[in-house]
T-cell receptor, first 113, second 116 residues
Framework: EPEVTQTPSHQVTQMGQEVILRCVPI?????FYWYRQILGQKVEFLVS????????KSEIFDDQFSVERPDGSNFTLKIRSTKLEDSAMYFC???????????FGQGTRLTVV | AQKITQTQPGMFVQEKEAVTLDCTYD???????LFWYKQPSSGEMIFLIY??????QNATEGRYSLNFQKARKSANLVISASQLGDSAMYFC?????????????FGEGTQLTVNP
């Protein structure tokens, strides 16, 4: 069964460093998302991506964040200068079209120290 | 914009019994979707079931069914014949079906514990 895959599963980084979280969405899906979940809290939307551009972003997704789909299969989230409060589980998701179910990857746990 | 409310922070059920997890929503969209996800302690988000606002019948997927009451704006998840492996956090989520790439908005979650 096709699935969304994320790498790495866990990343530890020093405050101020750049991190890139990687995702391979399901191959025929057209819409891609990043969400995050701070420990013990609910899942929060960060950004959606369609047709090679950002379609929507939340107030969390400030200038420190960027997304790319560099080669037609990978979908990346970059955090330019990490802060302690960026520590969270980051989920990539994809869906074939809006109004259908979104499938999530297993998540990348980011720890900023 | 969507607002999703889950009022049960924790629920307990005996193995083999049925349990209902509550979810209410608020939206101005005419066309939208409602979702339930399971998050075990390992952290991944597992899609369980989807209901479109235009679907006349309640969605079912194996032991999961969605009790969709549009007038009450509720989309409760019913798990029949609970198993120990059902112990997890359950999230209700909603999203517009009118706007391209619509985000999902999640509720606070319900921690379900299945007792032997």
């Amino acid at each position: 069964e096709p699935e969304v895959t994320q790498t790495p599963s866990h990343q530890v980084t020093q405050m101020g460093q750049e991190v890139i979280l990687r995702c391979v969405p399901i191959s025929n899906h057209l819409y891609f998302y990043w969400y995050r979940q701070i420990l013990g809290q609910k899942v929060e939307f960060l950004v959606s991506f369609y047709n090679n551009e950002i379609s929507e972003k939340s107030e969390i997704f400030d200038d420190q964040f960027s997304v790319e789909r560099p080669d037609g299969s990978n979908f990346t989230l970059k955090i330019r200068s990490t802060k302690l409060e960026d520590s969270a589980m980051y989920f990539c998701a994809s869906r074939f079209q809006f109004g259908t179910e979104a499938f999530f990857g297993q998540g990348t746990r980011l720890t900023v120290v | 914009a969507q607002k999703i409310t889950q009022t049960q922070p924790g629920m307990f059920v005996q193995e083999k019994e049925a349990v209902t997890l509550d979810c209410t929503y608020d939206t101005s969209d005419q066309s939208y979707g409602l979702f339930w996800y399971k998050q075990p302690s390992s952290g991944e988000m597992i899609f369980l079931i989807y209901q479109g606002s235009y679907d006349e019948q309640n969605a079912t997927e194996g032991r999961y069914s969605l009790n969709f009451q549009k007038a009450r704006k509720s989309a409760n998840l019913v798990i029949s014949a609970s198993q120990l492996g059902d112990s997890a956090m359950y999230f209700c989520a909603g999203g517009s079906a009118e706007t391209s790439g619509s985000r999902l908005t999640f509720g606070e979650g319900t921690q379900l514990t299945v007792n032997p």
